[in-house]
């Protein structure tokens, strides 16, 4: 990447800048490759936060269908974690569970499928295999098929990852977690430069479990030098950007989140290491903006929350729109439910310093309620980004991605206008 112009002194979020169109000899945003380079087996840069109210076994799945990786949360109980994992290896690579009973077909390939639908004149079918319906098809999900490349492990099971806190017990954890088939390890805590962290992290390199170790947050070359030589293979950069966090409000801790990513990704990526982008985006520009800085992956939390697939249950407002709950993971709920079996003066201790939002109303969309529908905006916005940049594939968009710096006016130019004059 590279500016348009001189490299500000100042920090930069994603309003702030902007990408600039190259020319470019890719003529279809089909023939661009999303595939992280990180090591992970995804093949779209998308990663699901680590949050309760975000990531459950029935994200995770759907997510790595299409070639994501859902990352389960620390707070459950550890047999919990695994059965989660367990629940994801089991299911379908390729269609959804059958949720009623229409016409069968027999649908061997995604293309297959829609060319059959169509020439039924249906929308929607069960799918057959051995005489027994196994699943059911859309004509939107066979055409999906075609366009996304499952997660799969090398058994062709789904990916998953799963996060692990740094207290007492980790190495435990983490070689139960890895017996248990998970893909990534994602060690977490909401100040990863830290000596606690370096600890843990070093107590789970030297398990030699085989498996890409995620690490973080940090936002600062220096935190990724530390964790990156205390065994970390990926770095999760991003304080204070989450929709749910009020760390910057209350502790003026943090750093906008397009300097955060380009600083420690130039230093990851000397160490032989890769970042995820963590928190921040609220449009599909941001995740092209993350990846443009260096970003191997972006990690995103609350916008997956308002899906039908997220963990919540779906409540109505008063005016009858849908939504999910959604909180923070260092919010007084949070650390209630972390903490829950601490006698009341402990709990009380460790709520009165509790940071983030308890509960947040995210509505549905009812344009776009599930997590496919969002990832089919997200990647069709990035593989545009892809295009005006002239590249094929993510390293490619590393190096071509030229990013100019705007005002708050330029921005708001760049939104559609919602009504007329």
């Not at 982008?277 to 609350?302: E, F, H, K, N, T």
């Not at 509790?354 to 969309?365: H, N, Q, R, W």
Request: with cysteine.
């Amino acid at each position: 990447m590279r500016f348009l112009a001189e490299r500000p002194a100042h920090d930069l979020t994603y309003s702030d800048v902007f990408l600039v169109p190259s020319r470019s000899g890719v003529t279809s945003r089909l023939d661009v490759d999303l595939a992280p380079d990180d090591g992970t087996g995804a093949s779209i840069p998308i990663v699901s936060a680590n949050m309760n109210s975000v990531t459950g076994p029935r994200l995770a799945a759907t997510l790595a269908r299409r070639g994501g990786l859902g990352v389960l949360p620390q707070d459950p109980p550890l047999d919990e974690v695994v059965a989660a994992v367990a629940e994801v290896k089991a299911q379908s690579t390729t269609w959804a569970p059958a949720d009623g009973t229409l016409r069968t077909i027999d649908a061997a390939d995604p293309r297959a499928a829609f060319d059959a639908l169509v020439a039924a004149g249906l929308d929607r079918a069960d799918v057959v295999s051995g005489g027994e319906v196994v699943g059911s098809v859309t004509r939107t999900q066979a055409l999906r098929g075609t366009i996304y490349r499952p997660a799969l492990d090398a058994s062709g099971r789904l990916r998953v990852a799963a996060a692990l806190g740094i207290s007492r017990g980790i190495v435990d954890k983490a070689r139960a977690l890895a017996d248990a088939g998970v893909d990534v390890l994602v060690i977490d805590t909401a100040h990863g430069h830290q000596e606690g962290m370096l600890a843990a992290l070093q107590s789970v390199r030297e398990l030699d479990l085989g498996l890409p170790i995620v690490a973080g947050n940090i936002v600062t070359p220096e935190g990724a030098r530390d964790l990156v030589s205390a065994g970390a293979d990926i770095l999760k950069v991003g304080v204070g950007p989450g929709a749910m966090c009020t760390t910057r409000m209350m502790t003026a801790v943090g750093r906008p989140q397009f300097s955060a990513v380009l600083e420690t990704t130039e230093t990851a990526r000397e160490l032989g290491a890769r970042v995820w982008a963590d928190g921040g985006v609220r449009y599909p520009r941001d995740v092209a903006l993350a990846l443009a800085a260096g970003a191997s992956s972006v990690m995103i939390g609350s916008w997956f929350a308002g899906t039908l697939e997220s963990p919540g249950e779906i409540e109505t407002d008063a005016d009858g729109r849908a939504y999910k709950q959604s909180w923070g993971m260092a919010s007084t709920k949070a650390v209630h439910g972390r903490f829950g079996t601490l006698d009341p003066y402990e709990l009380a201790r460790k709520e009165l310093f509790a940071e983030g939002i308890s509960s947040s109303k995210i509505y549905l969309d009812p344009l776009r309620p599930s997590l496919e529908d969002l990832l089919d905006m997200i990647t069709a916005g990035v593989r545009s980004s892809f295009t005006y940049a002239g590249a094929a594939d993510l390293p490619a968009f590393h190096e071509r991605a030229v990013v100019g710096i705007q005002s708050a006016a330029g921005y708001e130019e760049g939104k559609a206008l919602p009504v007329s004059w």
